[in-house]
């Protein structure tokens, strides 16, 4: 007679007893389940039974380790000091007769304990051997992490951030390499009808329990968790900042730079002092700017250095080197964007090294644009659709107007900056106690300010000497003698920076859209040396701006058509050009080899103007006001 072949039935014959790593002594239940079962089948049992905890995951996914611990006062206790390396977890296919050598589990004890895959830890992180490792900048985020246990750091998309976080994580684990390291990809969204308490044990290690070993949480795209009033209340106010085993920190898409990154009601928001508040700038302590001890998301210019010898595709000259560093102040994203235009531009093999004037040869003005569009720099700029919005457009061009922006004036600027703010499209600071607004890097103005179609004004003069003429006598004094900002650095404007400023926007006035700048407009060096490059595309006129005679002969030849710039403007078949010293003192020197020169004299507190040609001829006289 044939033995049946029907599968027989399994006997429930063993209990074990499980606990969820974070849960209390209270939520330890029991499965009912046969020795001839696997441990595979523990993990199905178990999702089964706490369906709401483990309802985002696979059984597969669920890690168990085996021991046995008494349920008593001292559970929790002995709990945490289960070793919980995944290379001990039990495997899927042990028949549980195997696991418990056939004997039945003691009773009132725990058996099996259970952790989610991303609560016992994450592998090691993958280091680009592309990238700089930052050690200085890594180090001093470390040291502030360890001192302030919370820290936000706020930067536009692109700008470095992931990297950064996989940085620390690699520094962490190679300074305490017993320390829990815990990496949040994302949080739930405010729709989410999921219980806080279940929302924190499920991505919170140990809540709501303290860990005796040190744990480090960093969330990347932690602005998600600004809804979550519950998480900064109970847990980084409650918990974190007083002393708890954590250390967190918060990489954030946007944010608030003041003491207080999010506000709620129904608590007291935590408050964050100036050296838990990171921003793309390098600050120290106090929230000053500080190269040599701060430290932020720009790449500082030995990282920017590290990031370059790994470059080995053919030699960079070092003032190009110097020209991409000016323009991109280290922001990894508008680095990334050059270096992918770049690297195939070697013209198989016939570059020496690759200056200034190749990269302007070979990068006309709309190509190298086109380029960086397509790049992940432009994840931090708005697309050209959303560039169609009328109160967005205002806002971008207010920003390349006065370099900074405050957070509006009426409720439809102020609710354009919120949607740019939020989008990562600019950054937020403070200046004297103020939020102020600016783009990440004279890059990404630059090509904001390629994003406009030139309108098709008239333009009522016939040479760019006269545009010029009718420019500057539109200067309003008080832009002159007054303090604002450069945007770049935040830092108080010189008077070289402010001419420069008030020529661009009162163009503006006369050519709306029909003007774009080079990158080198935004930089500090611009700002501290006064001199900008602008050019019509409707006319193809060029203007070059300086102050006080600086380099005159230097700033001339770099505008001109056969130079390294003007192979540049000259894509678009530049016409004619001028090149504007601005100075408060009469020049004393004629300069007969630079016919495109015109000096424009500011005289008593700059209610005058006086405009003279090259050989110091006087040409025109304006009474400066602040109304016309």
């Known amino acids: 007679m044939l033995e049946n072949s029907e599968p027989r039935a399994t006997i429930a014959d063993m209990r074990l007893n499980c606990w969820v790593y974070g849960d209390d002594r209270l939520s330890i239940f029991p499965v009912g389940i046969s020795q001839d079962l696997t441990v595979g089948h523990v993990r199905d049992a178990i999702k089964l039974e706490r369906a709401a905890l483990f309802n985002d995951m696979d059984a597969c996914d669920i890690v168990l380790f085996k021991n046995s ?3 008593d006062d001292d559970f929790l206790r002995h709990a945490f000091e289960v070793n919980y390396d995944p290379k001990v977890a039990l495997r899927p296919t042990r028949l549980l007769r195997n696991v418990f050598n056939s004997r039945l589990p003691e009773e009132g004890h725990v058996h099996i304990f259970v952790r989610r895959p991303s609560t016992y830890g994450v592998m090691e992180p993958l280091i680009n051997p592309t990238w700089s490792r930052r050690e200085q900048t890594v180090k001093r985020l470390f040291e502030c992490l360890e001192s302030q246990r919370l ?16 940085l620390l994580h690699a520094h962490i684990k190679s300074c305490q390499p017993d320390a829990i390291v815990q ?21 919170i290690p140990g809540y709501p329990f303290p860990i005796p070993q040190k744990t480090f949480i960093l969330f990347d795209n932690a602005h998600q968790t600004y809804w979550d009033s519950d998480l900064w209340e109970y847990f980084f106010k409650d918990w ?22 999010v506000l709620y009601s129904g608590g007291t928001p935590p408050v964050l002092g100036p050296s838990s508040r990171i921003s793309l700038w390098h600050r120290n302590e106090h929230g000053n700017e500080d190269d040599n001890e701060g430290f932020g998301l720009l790449l500082s210019r030995p990282e920017f250095d590290e990031y370059l010898a790994n470059f080995t595709e053919f030699p960079l000259d070092p003032a190009f080197q110097d020209l991409v560093y000016e323009w991109t102040t280290g922001h990894a994203g508008a680095v990334e964007g050059i270096w992918h235009i770049v690297k195939n531009q070697n013209q198989n093999g016939t570059l020496e090294a690759y200056t200034i004037e190749d990269f302007f040869k070979l990068n006309p003005w709309d190509m190298f644009f086109s380029g960086l569009g397509q790049a992940d720099f432009s994840r931090g700029l708005p697309t050209p659709a959303k560039m169609k ?55 990404h103005g630059v090509y904001i300010s390629q994003q406009f179609t030139p309108t098709h004004v008239q333009i009522p003069h016939k040479t760019v000497a ?17 303090s604002a900002h450069v945007g770049t650095f935040l830092a108080q404007q010189p008077l070289a920076a402010m001419y420069q400023d008030e020529f661009y926007r009162r163009l503006g006035e006369l050519v709306g859209d029909c003007v774009r700048i080079s990158p080198k407009v935004l930089t500090a060096d611009c700002a501290k040396n006064g001199s900008m490059d602008i050019f019509l595309p409707t006319q193809r006129w060029g203007i070059e701006i300086t102050r006080d005679g600086i380099d005159l002969h230097g700033n001339d030849k770099r505008l001109g058509l056969h130079c390294a710039h003007g192979m540049w403007l000259t894509s678009s078949d530049m016409v004619d050009w001028i090149l504007l010293d601005c100075c408060t003192e009469m020049p004393e020197d004629s300069h007969d080899d630079l016919p495109n020169l015109l000096h424009a004299v500011f005289t008593k507190n700059f209610s005058k103007v006086i405009i003279l040609d090259n050989k110091l001829k006087e040409l025109k006289m304006f009474a400066l006001r602040e109304k016309r």
């Not at 706020?154 to 990297?163: D, L, N």
């Not at 007083?242 to 730079?257: D, T």
């Not at 006269?466 to 003698?481: M, W």
């Open 69 to 71: 611990i008494p349920d």
């Open 466 to 482: 006269e545009l010029t003429f009718d420019v500057v006598q539109r200067f309003k004094p008080s832009q002159l003698s007054g």
């Open 240 to 261: 974190v900042l007083p002393g708890a085993s954590y250390r967190v920190v918060l990489f954030c898409g946007y944010g608030s730079p003041s003491k207080q990154p």
């Open 183 to 203: 990496i949040v990809m994302g949080w739930p969204e405010e729709s989410s009808q999921e219980h806080p308490i279940a929302r924190f044990r499920r991505l």
């Open 389 to 443: 919005d009328v109160n967005v457009s205002n806002v971008m061009r207010k920003l390349l107007k006065n370099r900074t922006i405050g957070t509006g004036e009426i409720e439809e600027e102020r609710e354009a900056v919120r949607t740019c703010y939020e989008n990562g499209w600019i950054q937020a600071d403070l200046v004297d106690e103020n939020i102020v607004y600016s783009f990440a890097s004279p890059l």
């Open 151 to 166: 820290v936000q750091i706020r930067g536009t998309p692109a700008s470095g951030k992931s990297t950064l976080m996989r």
